[in-house]
Nanobody, 123 residues
Framework: EVQLVESGGGLVQAGGSLRLSCAAS????????IGWFRQAPGKERMGVAC????????YYDHSVRGRFTISRDNAKNTVYLQMNSLKPEDTAVYYC????????????????WGQGTRVTVSS
């Protein structure tokens, strides 16, 4: 059974920090590229940050660059998203996703998705 389970969301004041976790099971985690996505109320889902199987050069959306950091621990089958200097605009449901094929990763075409964790940033 393939599973991706996000955790760490909650309510935080603007300027605060949260660390999201994505725990994977049911597949060889170290063979997969991982991405974090978010969907704000009334808006389309967007890519936030992505990282390759080797914990290599990550991608960040311009809206979070310098504030968010993606990392992974393959020994723990877990991906993290450290979110600092949070803004009300960051309020969304955050999802992690996985894809094995590198070309699909480059095209943001993911095969497995979690259920999401909600982040609310108050002003």
């Amino acid at each position: 059974e393939v599973q991706l389970v996000e955790s760490g969301g909650g309510l935080v004041q603007a300027g605060g920090s949260l660390r999201l976790s994505c725990a994977a099971s049911g597949f060889t985690f170290g063979d997969y590229n991982i991405g974090w996505f978010r969907q704000a109320p009334g808006k389309e889902r967007m890519g936030v940050a992505c990282i390759t199987v080797r914990n290599g050069r990550p991608y960040y959306d311009h809206s979070v660059r310098g504030r968010f950091t993606i990392s992974r621990d393959n020994a723990k089958n877990t991906v993290y998203l450290q979110m600092n200097s949070l803004k009300p605009e960051d309020t969304a449901v955050y999802y992690c996703a996985a894809v094995r094929d590198y070309n699909k990763y480059l095209r943001f075409e993911y095969d497995y998705w979690g259920q999401g964790t909600r982040v609310t940033v108050s002003s």
